[in-house]
């Protein structure tokens, strides 16, 4: 069977430490976090930063102190993200670009976030693709509604390519956003490219468990991390991001799933390969 690419998403920009006390937020905490992971069978972690008060930012030494961190200690693929926090501007969001990670997230479409609106139209998701496309970073496809998967399908078909392969990521369970029930996610992988695609799943809160197992199911890769989800069981809070990730491990190994490492994840996902 093919192996279990593991995303961490391990921070975010919403979590805080009131409701997650072990959110890591200085970039030695995010180093640490990494490694950990990575030592539980983790192969990238989706990287937000914050400001030393924990607020979120997109700011590029901010991104630049927390990958040498995560470098420093493991070999992990670091994907940053360029959604950061509801209200920010385009230019705010690329801003970890410049640093040129192996990959990003970009989100096809504008969605209804809890009682806010995450906003990407048209011009922002054609000008976040062309930077990534430019750079050489792989975008990693954030979908949180069905039509933000044609919206990714006409960026490849209007500019060409950003890698060999596309790489979706389906977030389950924002509330205002499509839910984690079992048939939106069949229905969502039914709907990517058969042949050049890889995809990944979250579920968002309670749905954390659900989007899991389906996922598995379905034969894709899993997202787990305190930005989706602060509870390892109903009412009792995750101690680490690595506890989470030893429990997908454990559960996918039970059913003949190793996990990738990181130099296996860059070939599933043929990162560094031509488009
Ligand atoms: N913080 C959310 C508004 C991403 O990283 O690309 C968006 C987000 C997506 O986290
Ligand atoms: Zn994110």
Same mark, same amino acid.
């Given at each position: ?19 997650? !006390? ?116 792989? !975008? ?41 029930? !079992? ?26 468990? !659900? ?65």
């Amino acid at each position: 069977m093919e192996k279990l690419i593991i995303t961490v998403a391990g921070i975010g920009a919403e979590t805080t430490r009131d409701v997650q !006390p072990n959110l890591p937020v200085t970039a030695t905490e995010i180093g640490a976090d990494a490694a950990r992971c990575r030592e539980a069978g983790a192969a990238v972690y989706h990287l937000h930063v914050r400001r030393p008060d924990g607020t979120p930012t997109q700011d590029r030494e901010t991104f630049s102190a927390a990958i040498d961190e995560i470098r420093a200690r493991t070999d992990i693929i670091i994907q940053t993200s360029t959604g950061g926090a509801m209200g920010m501007s385009a230019d705010e969001r690329l801003q970890p670009l410049e640093l040129k990670p192996e990959m990003a997230s970009l989100t096809t479409g504008t969605a209804n976030f809890g009682d806010e609106v995450f906003f990407n139209d048209a011009a922002l998701m054609a000008e976040f693709y062309l930077r990534m496309q430019a750079a050489g970073v792989r !975008p990693e496809f954030e979908v949180f509604e069905a039509g933000q998967i044609d919206n990714a399908l006409r960026l490849v078909k209007r500019y060409g390519p950003a890698g060999p392969l596309m790489h979706w990521d389906f977030v389950l369970g924002v509330p205002g956003s499509m839910s984690g029930e !079992p048939r939106n996610l069949v229905f969502l992988v039914d709907s990517i490219p058969k042949e050049g695609s890889t995809w990944t799943c979250t579920g968002i809160g309670r749905w954390h468990v !659900p989007c899991m197992l389906t996922a598995l199911a379905l034969g894709g890769h899993v997202r787990l991390g305190f930005e989706d989800n602060v509870y390892f069981t109903r009412g009792i809070l995750a101690d680490s991001n690595a506890q989470m990730v030893a429990r997908v491990v454990e559960i996918a190994a039970r059913c003949g799933r190793d996990p990738a490492d990181p130099d296996a994840a860059r070939q599933l996902l043929r990162l560094g390969d031509a488009a």
